[in-house]
């Protein structure tokens, strides 16, 4: 077998080298794709239900009953307030381990797209929070006006 000379040996690595970055890069970019794509999902659902959070709050101030007078509901949003909180901190070790990646670069979106999670996260763990004190608030004040629970 002939001896190959070092411009052979270089180009064959050199090939070698572009086939293994490139199925690399394709990877990294399908996985790019796909995580931005649960983002966005995420984002879009975080602020419908902040839109839901927001709606029920200015409809709680037109009640003339009690809204929550065995306290489930108050639990319930309290239990959601928590696995927010989870998925908040969550998403801000995610966008860590993002940041953290040499491979990614700030134009790939990744940080921006935890970012907004992270955010709109915040925003509706504080919203649950004005939620349930809108809850609490008309039912003491039902109960201070009327003298019972219906």
């Known amino acids: 077998m002939a001896r190959l000379s070092r411009t052979q040996l270089d180009l064959m690595f050199f090939g070698q080298e572009i086939k293994a970055e490139s199925a690399r890069s394709f990877s990294l970019l399908k996985d790019i794709e796909s995580t931005l794509s649960f983002l966005n ?17 200015k409809a709680i101030e037109n009640l ?4 929550d007078p065995d306290e489930s ?11 927010i909180n989870l998925l908040h ?6 966008r860590q381990t993002g940041r953290d990646d040499t491979r990614l670069k700030k134009s790939d ?3 921006e797209a935890y970012t907004k ?19 609490n608030e008309q039912d003491a004040r039902f109960i201070r006006n009327t003298g019972f629970i219906n």
Request: no cysteine; charged share 20%; glycine share 4%.
């Open 117 to 135: 999670a992270i955010d709109a996260a915040a925003y509706l763990h504080n919203l649950l929070n004005y939620l349930r004190r809108a809850v």
């Open 64 to 67: 003339k009953n009690t809204v």
């Open 89 to 94: 901190n969550l998403l801000i070790s995610k």
């Open 41 to 57: 999902r995420l984002v879009a659902q975080l602020h419908a239900d902040i839109g839901y959070a927001e709606e029920s709050i």
């Open 73 to 83: 509901i108050s639990t319930s949003l309290e239990e959601a307030q928590e696995y």
């Open 109 to 111: 979106g990744i940080e």
